[in-house]
């Protein structure tokens, strides 16, 4: 697996934030690649420790963490990547888009006000 340093965008609370961390590439079932994101939360405190976390470029979201880059990475390969996958294909539609498509327009939406701004 080969992983590249990058600066992303994800969705919080409180709007967008810039992560720098790295990508990689996710193979879908049907052969299809997926580029997901890697990278590192601090600490909050000396009781919590530090935390990599797996997110989905296309819509901002978190999608599972590790202890370690590939403890994370490994979980979403294998317990995750399939369930991502399923709402990639999913069949179910909110005005023409599946949840999915939904989520990556909105966040879509989201980058391009931040670029206005």
């Not at 810039?18 to 939360?41: N, P, Q």
């Not at 979403?76 to 399923?86: A, G, I, N, T």
């Amino acid at each position: 697996m080969t992983f590249r340093k990058c600066k992303y965008a994800i969705r919080t609370s409180n709007g967008l934030q810039w992560r720098d961390g790295y990508t990689f590439e996710a193979c879908f079932s049907t052969g299809l690649i997926h580029e997901m994101a890697v990278y590192k939360e601090k600490a909050r405190d000396a009781l919590h420790k530090d935390n990599w976390i797996v997110g989905d470029i296309d819509t901002g979201l978190a999608v599972c963490d590790g202890r370690t880059r590939k403890d994370a990475v490994r979980k979403f390969q294998d317990v995750y990547c399939s369930k991502l996958e399923r709402m990639v294909y999913d069949n179910n539609s909110i005005g023409g888009m599946n949840i999915y498509e939904k989520m990556c327009a909105d966040f879509a939406e989201m980058l391009e006000a931040a670029k206005e701004n």
